[in-house]
């Protein structure tokens, strides 16, 4: 057996993975329509949805990702969880989910059509599955990491490190893809609700010892201040602006508190299917605040995790090795398989989300809308697990070229590929929501070419900062992962697009605005 783990974190961790399974297949297995499967038969409460947005956000990717930013660059990170969240959390309450309740949609895509054209569905619809299929490869590596530090090994010829990675990767996929394919929609929400329990229970557990650890707050601030330079922001949720950080308050304001962060909780699918799922809009709208106020609590429980490690290992090779070295230093026997099931609890709660809704945009997005519109209840529920398989398979693989890019040294960390990934297209993507929300005028011409020349901005921005040295110029960013800023100037750039070319124009049909004024059922 393993010398990571005693026989009782075998037995929690087993326990835990039977129950989900079996909530999951219990959940799912009376489905009849793609209703049900994508949107849980519309009659999902407020306090479910609420407590599967956070578990959902939070995910593998976070607990490692977001530790491994605070071990890096430090407390700012949180500030992805404060400014990040909660701001665009009220106002997506209050202005945007109560229209997308309304109008009876699926996806965002769908919504793109409604108020646009078809063309900007398929493009918007195209980049959310080519960003969640690759996330889940990124997720699946994250799962692999965490579980090689703490379990170790797990064969004794070979590659063993190597070996063991995939086992978990694959593992993990298995699992998860397993009780998505049964549950759909409503499954994912009430593992959630179970998962977020364990999550936070786990985090709160790895803070509590690593701070009595290390003598309370001020006992790792002290250790911090004596490591120098190197820590001298690390305290600061508001860095300077010439500091190497990609977390300055610039970026913060700007890239995160104005484009991404309302770019995420607006328009990202695998967070609005949720409230789209709901019993009515009340609930659709309270699930949203409800999941806010939790949201207050996250910060300290993945980011400050990070700090403690920093305090005690100073000298790991990686800010993601932050989070797996203290859970092995720390924890005993019992407590580390409470950990671990914490652990893929959030991992689980983000892969089965993106599962679930990239699924839904392939089905409703792509197969319904171009290839067979008149496709029966059962026919589509067929489709979405069939196309849920696919995407588990396309996950693994990608997790490997995630694991070869690692290794390689050909990205700085995993929480820094997430963001860059979002950063291609959630700022055009916010532009032509907001221009449809808020200015009549606007039109499918405007919000294309707004997309499509703001993703065009945002991609090449990367490139150029990316490989500039071959281009004979100068870095663009004084930070190392400048993912802010290309979603703000990609923003920036879509927005001025869409008005230019609106104005250009024709104005929209009045049908493509009338909806919006929906009286509430």
Avoid at 21 to 27: D, F, K, N, P, T
Avoid at 487 to 499: D, K, M, N, P
């Amino acid at each position: 057996m393993p010398s990571g783990l005693a026989p009782i974190d075998y037995a929690i961790l087993a326990a835990y993975l039977v129950a989900t399974i079996g909530i999951g297949i219990a959940i799912g297995w009376k489905f009849e329509s793609g209703r049900d499967f994508f949107l849980a038969g519309r009659s999902l409460p407020w306090w479910a949805i609420g407590m599967s947005l956070v578990a959902s956000d939070i995910g593998g990717t976070d607990i490692i990702g977001a530790g491994g930013a605070a071990y890096t660059f430090g407390i700012a990170v949180a500030n992805f969880e404060w400014i990040g969240c909660v701001p665009a959390m009220i106002v997506a309450a209050f202005v945007f989910v109560p229209v997308f309740w309304r109008t009876g949609i699926y996806t965002i895509p769908e919504f793109m059509e409604r108020r646009y054209h078809a063309s900007m569905r398929t493009a918007l619809a195209l980049c959310w599955i080519v960003f969640m299929a690759c996330n889940l490869g990124i997720m699946l590596y994250a799962s692999g990491k965490m579980l090689n530090v703490l379990i170790g090994p797990v064969f004794d010829t070979g590659d063993a490190t190597g070996r063991t990675l995939a086992f978990w990767i694959v593992l993990t996929a298995v699992v998860v893809g397993f009780y998505t394919f049964f549950g759909g929609l409503k499954a994912v929400v009430y593992t959630d609700v179970i998962q977020c329990v364990i999550m936070i229970a786990g985090c709160l557990l790895i803070l509590g010892i690593g701070l009595r650890d290390l003598g309370g707050w001020d006992g790792m601030m002290t250790r911090l201040d004596a490591l120098g330079e190197r820590t001298a922001h690390h305290g600061d949720l508001i860095v300077p602006a010439d500091q190497p950080s990609p977390f300055v308050w610039p970026a913060v304001l700007f890239g995160l508190a104005m484009v991404l962060s309302p770019a995420y909780w607006i328009g990202n699918q695998a967070i609005i299917q949720r409230s789209l799922g709901a019993k009515n809009q009340f609930h659709a709208q309270a699930a949203y605040v409800w999941g806010a106020v939790l949201k207050i609590l996250i910060p300290l429980l993945i980011a400050v995790p990070g700090l403690i490690a920093l305090a005690k290992f100073p000298d790991l090779e990686s800010g993601d090795h932050a989070v797996p070295t203290l859970v092995s230093a720390l924890l005993p026997p019992g407590l580390r398989g409470l950990f671990l099931a914490a652990f893929i609890a959030a991992l689980m709660s983000s892969v089965d989300s993106y599962l679930n809704s990239a699924a839904t945009l392939v089905t409703n997005d792509l197969y319904l809308r171009h290839i067979a519109p008149g496709a029966g209840d059962h026919r589509v529920l067929a489709v979405g697990r069939a196309v849920t398989i696919g995407l588990m398979l396309w996950a693994i693989g990608f997790a490997f070229v995630v694991k070869a890019m690692d290794e390689s040294g050909g990205a700085s960390g995993i929480y820094a590929i997430f963001q860059t990934l979002m950063a291609f297209f959630q700022g055009p993507a916010l532009a032509t929501l907001l221009c449809g929300f808020l200015w009549r005028r606007a039109n499918a011409a405007g919000a294309l070419t707004g997309f499509m020349g703001g993703m065009a901005v945002s991609i090449g921005l990367f490139v150029l900062h990316r490989w500039h040295a071959s281009f004979g110029i100068e870095p663009l960013f004084q930070v190392p992962e400048p993912f802010l800023y290309f979603s703000v100037w990609a923003f920036l750039t879509a927005l001025a697009l869409i008005i230019v070319v609106s104005l250009a124009t024709r104005p929209a049909a009045p049908e493509k605005t009338a909806f919006l004024d929906a009286p509430r059922p």
